[in-house]
């Protein structure tokens, strides 16, 4: 039996220092100040749902990659400030800043495919409009998504303990979206059999890593014919996860997982 043995704390920068307090999101963190005002949602959380209060440690994080521990200094229903206390060093990003370009999902599909990809480190999000996406631009604007999906991306970075909030960008068709400044590496995910060109996502083993790349995934009924022809003619790469046909929700977490690993990022 061991006797006298004491579990030590972890030094305020290492990252385990922060494990175990609930973070919250200040965009206003400014390294050279004493004290933060959190945002007032992020606020009622802290007051309201986690029952916290003044002289309690916290973390918070900046959303560009700053985080620190700190303490409630006051806490007021809504206004709460917090004291910082010590840099704490955040989880590593991404070597390959990746962009996803994700067709609208229907229902709540697109929370999962944003929540996930948050979860395995994505710079950025970009919504697109296919043809056979069962929205328009304008009713996504219209019916608020756009605040809801950045909600969800907010919820995720916290829990994966992530102090980069990625970016989730206004909807665009796809046409447009292939006119936009090109990324040093572009990828269409097609189905097996879906277009004679498509090659083996394998392929980007031999390819030097880039810095930033953006993954093209489709809506449920997949890419249409001409929708693929456009991207190779706009010089993307279409490439396949297999012979099998994954569901439209699974695909993003699968093709960011393999990617990862082929750059040595996992």
């Known amino acids: 039996m061991l006797v006298g043995l004491r579990c030590r704390p972890a030094p305020p920068n290492d990252p385990r220092a922060s494990r175990a307090v609930h973070r919250f999101f200040a965009p206003s ?26 002289g309690d440690t916290v973390a918070v994080f900046d959303g560009r990659g700053q985080e620190f521990l700190a303490r409630v200094a006051s806490a007021i229903r809504r206004d709460v400030r917090v004291q910082l206390v010590s840099r704490v060093e955040p989880a590593a990003e991404s070597r390959v800043g990746l962009t996803l370009a994700q067709a609208v999902l229907k229902a709540d599909k697109m929370d999962d495919v944003i929540r996930d990809a948050v979860m395995l480190g994505i710079s950025a999000i970009q919504p697109i409009v296919t043809k056979r996406t ?14 809801r999906w950045r909600r969800v991306a907010l919820a995720s970075a916290k829990q994966s303990r992530r102090a980069v909030l990625p970016e989730i960008r206004m909807p665009l068709t796809l046409e447009t979206m292939l006119d936009e400044p090109v990324a ?25 890593t880039p810095n930033d790349a953006t993954l093209f995934v489709g809506p449920e009924g997949g890419w249409t014919e001409p929708e693929c022809s456009a991207a190779a003619a706009h010089g993307m790469r279409l490439v396949t996860l297999g012979e099998r046909t994954l569901r439209a929700d699974a695909v993003p977490v699968a093709a960011i997982s393999v990617l990862q690993f082929l750059w040595g990022d996992l």
């Open 184 to 208: 040093a590496l572009r990828l269409m995910l097609v189905e097996p059999g879906a277009s004679a060109g498509a090659e083996r996502v394998s392929v980007i083993q031999q390819l030097p």
């Open 29 to 54: 963190l400014d390294s050279g100040d004493e004290t933060v005002l959190l945002p007032r949602e992020e606020a009622e959380h802290l007051t309201r749902v986690l029952r916290l209060g003044v």
């Open 134 to 147: 069962e929205t328009t631009v304008a009713a996504l604007m219209k019916g608020a998504r756009l605040d």
